[in-house]
Structures are given as structure tokens and as C-alpha cells.
């Protein structure tokens, strides 16, 4: 005990009389435990993360393919029904064995039967390639585009607008034929025939030249437009109504093209409008006035034939005589014209806008030329007295 003692009176002696550096050494031992402790607390938090990280990713690696498993099974039915999507079908061939197990379990017998239908309807889905699929696609596509294809043939005829020939009585041995549309506006109106049953072979030689002949738009004096359809020699067949723009007499034209072939010609012969009651004067000859002589002009036109044509003193156009193939025959119908003027073979009709015009026909009644429309009747008789003069004294120039 007393060897004890001393020791440590020694001990503390040595300590009181080296106490700074008694100090500095149980500093560093306590720092070199507390690091000690610090490192063996740090490694073992850093194996618990470790252990704590790799249960947690296992769990969420599981859980994804149940929730895959969970949400196939309405995917696959809406790829069963509509059979569009690509990405349904990828997913239905990367997990065909776990699709069956989430729809059998929750749902009863009944239903477990259903599914079995639909999963053998999806089983060929699933084997062939998408090719089969595709063509399923275009065979509905085509009974889509075939089913509408009879309808529209069906309304056709029902939409279709047919108009009406007509035969009228003008005057002792004149019928004309015309072609109403399906409101009764006036479309065209034949030649004169000398019967009932030229007036109607000429409504089947129209119909004909319709599609065949040729239509051939006029501009008057006054701006308005009317056509005219020949057949194949030249020979006029129907003049249209008097339309005051260009585009009214084309389109006028495209319903004649449409409506003529079809339409039906009425029995019996109706009374036709007649023509207004013209006397001409008569005249022995007419006197060539110092500067009130017209001139005759033989000029091409624009379709390549000729058509002789008249011109007041005043450089006005007065008539123009139908157009042929030659210079020669168009000169020839000058003397036609000055003929049958200075012998008054006129007749005076109204157009569907209740305006005057005349027609110059021969001794077989077919019309030469035709004149403009006037706003009254006094106005185209007047015209027609000048043309009767200035068809006698015109000068005829020939190029």
C-alpha cells in the first residue's frame, strides 16, 4: 500500500510540476478517441445506407411490373376492339404469359367465359403478323368508300334538273321548237319549220348537235351577249335568249349542254307569242346620199371564217351576215341581204326582257342575220328602215 501511495504522490508531483504538458497529452488522447469514435459511428451509418438503398430498389423494381400487370389488361381490350394502336400490340407480345393471371382472379365465372372469347379472338391477333391486320383495315375502308358510292349514283337522278321541249304555232305554216328549263325560262328557240312534225325532227337533230355541234357567242352593239348552235355544216339551228353579260350566256349555255338531251317534248302544239305586226315601207329604190352612204366590209372573224358586214356612214355596225368558210361565199351573201332587205322579208320578236329585235330571213324563211335588241319597238323599226337603205347603197369592199 505505501509503495502504492507513493506512486501516485509521485505521479502528482510529477503532474502539478509539469502540468501544461500533462494537459497537452490528455488533449490529444481525447481527440485521438473522439476520432475513433467518430469513424466506427460514420462506418457503421454507411453500411445501414447501403443496406437501406438496395431494399428500397428491390422494392421499387418489383412493384413496376405489377403495375405493368395491372394496367395491360385494359390495354389489351381496347387493342382487341379498335385494333389501331402499335405500342398496345409491342406490349400484348412482351408479356402474353401474365396478362390472363390479373383478369381470371378478381372477376366471376361469367366473366372469366367472356374474356376466354375474347382472348381467343385476340390469340390470332397475336400469332399473325401485322400484315393481316392491315389489310382488315383496308378491306373496312373499302366497304366504307363502296357504301356511299350507290347513294350518290341514287341522288343523282333525283338532284338532276330536266327541262321541257315545247312546239308552238306562229303563224300559218311556222312552228318553232323551244327548250324551257325546269322553271319555264326560255332557253332556246329553233328555225322556223314548215310543220308540226319538221318542228319536231328538229328538236332530235338539236338534241343531236348539242353535244356535237358548236356554240358560238355573239356581243351586240349594246354590250349584250346571246349564242347561237350550229351543226357540223354550218347551218344555224337555235339562237339563245338576249343575256346582258358574258358569264349569264355561258352559263346559259352549260344548262342547255345539260338539260336538252333529257328533256322531254310536250304533246300537242301550244300558241306561241306572235310576231309584232311590221309593214314596210315601199320603196322603188333609194337614192345614194353625198355622205350617207354605208359600207360593205367582208372581215375575218375570230373562230378563222367570214361574215359580211354592214356599217353605217358613221363607222356604226349594223348587221353582220352569218359566218362561213370562204370570202367568196360571204361576199355572195351580200346580195342575199341587200335582196331580201330592200323586199322587207323581216319579222320583229321580244326577248324573255321584253326588248324589240328583228331577224332578216329569204324566201325560205331561215334567218340571214339578226338584229339588236332595242328598248322599244319604235327604235328597232327604225334600225331596220336604215339597214333596208344602207344595204341598197352600201359600197362593197373586198380585201
Do not use: H
Not at 319538221?198 to 349594246?222: H, L, P, S
Not at 320583229?348 to 325560205?364: A, P, T
Request: net charge positive; glycine share 6%; charged share 30%.
Amino acid at each position: 500500500m505505501e509503495a502504492i501511495t507513493q506512486f501516485f504522490n509521485s505521479v502528482i508531483g510529477w503532474i502539478s510540476a509539469n502540468l501544461p504538458l500533462f494537459l497537452v497529452i490528455v488533449g490529444g488522447v481525447v481527440v485521438l478517441v473522439l476520432i475513433i469514435i467518430m469513424t466506427v459511428v460514420l462506418s457503421k451509418k454507411t453500411k445501414k445506407n447501403k443496406v437501406e438503398v438496395t431494399p428500397k430498389a428491390e422494392v421499387e423494381v418489383e412493384p413496376t411490373p405489377v403495375a405493368v400487370k395491372e394496367e395491360e389488361p385494359a390495354v389489351t381490350e381496347e387493342v382487341v376492339e379498335v385494333k389501331r394502336e402499335p405500342v398496345p400490340e409491342a406490349v400484348m407480345l412482351s408479356y402474353p404469359p401474365r396478362r390472363p393471371e390479373p383478369v381470371e382472379e378478381p372477376k366471376q365465372e361469367e366473366v372469366k367465359e367472356e374474356k376466354v372469347v375474347e382472348e381467343k379472338k385476340a390469340e390470332p391477333v397475336k400469332k399473325e403478323t401485322a400484315k393481316p391486320v392491315a389489310t382488315k383495315k383496308a378491306e373496312v375502308k373499302k366497304a366504307e368508300v363502296s357504301k356511299p358510292a350507290p347513294k350518290k349514283a341514287d341522288e343523282k337522278p333525283a338532284r338532276r334538273l330536266v327541262g321541257k321541249w315545247v312546239i308552238e304555232f306562229k303563224k300559218d305554216k311556222e312552228y318553232m321548237a323551244k327548250l324551257l328549263a325546269s322553271n319555264g325560262e326560255v332557253m332556246l328557240s329553233s328555225e322556223i319549220y314548215a310543220s308540226e312534225e319538221g318542228a319536231r325532227a328538229g328538236v332530235e337533230t338539236i338534241k343531236n348537235c348539242v353535244e356535237n355541234g358548236t356554240f358560238i357567242i355573239y356581243k351586240d352593239k349594246a354590250g349584250n351577249f346571246y349564242y347561237k348552235l350550229k351543226n357540223a355544216n354550218n347551218r344555224l339551228l337555235c339562237v339563245g335568249e338576249i343575256y346582258k353579260t358574258n358569264d349569264q350566256c355561258l352559263k346559259a349555255v352549260e344548262s342547255v349542254k345539260r338539260i336538252a338531251k333529257d328533256s322531254p317534248v310536250a304533246q300537242g302544239v301550244s300558241e306561241g307569242a306572235k310576231y309584232i305586226e311590221y309593214t314596210p315601207l315601199k320603196v322603188e329604190g333609194y337614192e345614194v346620199k353625198k355622205g350617207l352612204n354605208g359600207k360593205w366590209k367582208v372581215e375575218a372573224n375570230d373562230d378563222g371564217k367570214y361574215s359580211a358586214k354592214l356599217y353605217a356612214s358613221n363607222g356604226q355596225l349594223m348587221l353582220a351576215t352569218e359566218a362561213v368558210a370562204t370570202k367568196k361565199t360571204a361576199t355572195t351573201a351580200i346580195e342575199s341581204v341587200k335582196k331580201n332587205s330592200f323586199d322587207g322579208n323581216f319579222i320583229i320578236d321580244k326577248d324573255k326582257f321584253g326588248r324589240f329585235y328583228y331577224k332578216l330571213r329569204n324566201s325560205q324563211k331561215s334567218v340571214i342575220c339578226i338584229g339588236e335588241a332595242y328598248d322599244s319597238l319604235d327604235s328597232c323599226i327604225s334600225a331596220l328602215e336604215s339597214v333596208r337603205r344602207f344595204a341598197y347603197t352600201a359600197v362593197v369592199e373586198v380585201e
